[in-house]
Structures are given as C-alpha cells and as structure tokens.
C-alpha cells in the first residue's frame, strides 16, 4: 500500500525510529478491537489487543465491577509501550488497540519507539452501552462506562491522531483512518 502509515522500506524492515504505530482508543464498546483488527489486516501490519497485557488482578478487578485506578493502569501501559517498542526494534509498525482514556496514559504510550498516532474512537453513551450489553465473554461489565466516560480526555489537538463517530461501519472508519493517517 502506498501509504506512509505502514513506513515499511523494500525489504519489509524499516529503522526502529521510522516506524508509526496506531493506537485505536477509546472508552469501552467504541469498537476498538473491529477497527483494529480490520485497520491491521488493511496495513498488513502486526495487531495486539490490549486486553491481552492486563494482570490476572486487573481482570478479576473489573470483572467484579470495579474501576481501575491509575496505579493498576501503570504497568498495563508499560507493559502495552514495551510491545509497540519491541515491534519497532523489529523494524515493524503495530496497531493496537488501548482504551487511552487520559493524556497522561497516552503520553506514557508515546515514549515507545517510533512514531505513536492514536485514533479515537467516539460516539454516543447510550450506543456504546447497548454495544457493551450485547457482548459475551468479555469481562468489562457495562456498569463501568460510566467511570470511562467520566474519565476520558478527548485527544487534544497537540496530540498526534484523529477523532471519529463510531456511527459509521468499521469499513468506513478503517478508510478514513488509513486516508487521513497517509496524508499527516
């Protein structure tokens, strides 16, 4: 694809500092996991969900209905920035998908090698809650959007990335995203 959002050079390797990972954010039921698993498969790109680096005690916390606090979320987020880091020194651009509610978590992700751009995923309250009562086996009860809504800081406009309406097909929002990551 021609497309500097996969800054892969002939070869399929790229400097560790050339390298731009995505970050689909957003707050619980936004549609992390559909945009970016269809954005990674577009950019033929490697993908992590996020979920995938909590403990086993962040799990169980907000399996029990209970909000994590920013020091649950410490090395969740060091542990996500260490995978982003690791596939940059690899010479590979990632997607992953992390709910990057506050800028100071989205500042901790930016400290991983390479180039980080977030893509916020947003929409309104009541089609996330529906979205989250309609999933089964995940362990975010939707009795904690709340707290994520609450807690959310939209991306400012400093930061590196983009904002879009969940209301559109995941298609759509993977072609917005791949045309106007390409043309930052």
């Not at 996020?50 to 969740?76: C, V």
């Not at 893509?119 to 939707?142: K, N, Y």
Request: glycine share 8%; with cysteine.
């Amino acid at each position: 694809m021609d497309t500097d959002v996969t800054p892969l050079p002939p070869g399929g390797r790229a400097a560790p500092d050339d390298v731009t990972h995505v970050v689909v954010m957003g707050v619980a039921g936004s549609g992390k996991t559909t945009v970016a698993t269809l954005l990674a498969a577009r950019l033929g790109v490697t993908y992590a969900e996020a979920d995938q680096f909590h403990s086993a005690e962040n799990i169980a916390k907000m399996s029990a209905g209970n909000a994590l606090t920013d020091d649950d979320r410490e090395p969740w987020l060091a542990a996500i920035r260490d995978w982003l880091s690791g596939e940059a020194e690899a010479g590979r651009p990632g997607v992953v998908t992390c709910s990057a509610l506050k800028r100071a978590y989205r500042d901790a992700l930016r400290t991983a090698v390479g180039r980080v751009r977030f893509v916020h995923l947003d929409g309104p309250a009541e089609l996330l809650a529906e979205r989250m009562q309609g999933r089964s086996g995940h362990f975010m009860p939707a009795s904690l959007l709340p707290s994520q809504l609450a807690t959310l800081e939209p991306l400012a406009d400093d930061e590196d990335g983009l904002t879009l309406d969940i209301t559109s097909e995941p298609g759509e929002i993977v072609d917005t995203v791949v045309a106007r990551l390409a043309s930052a």
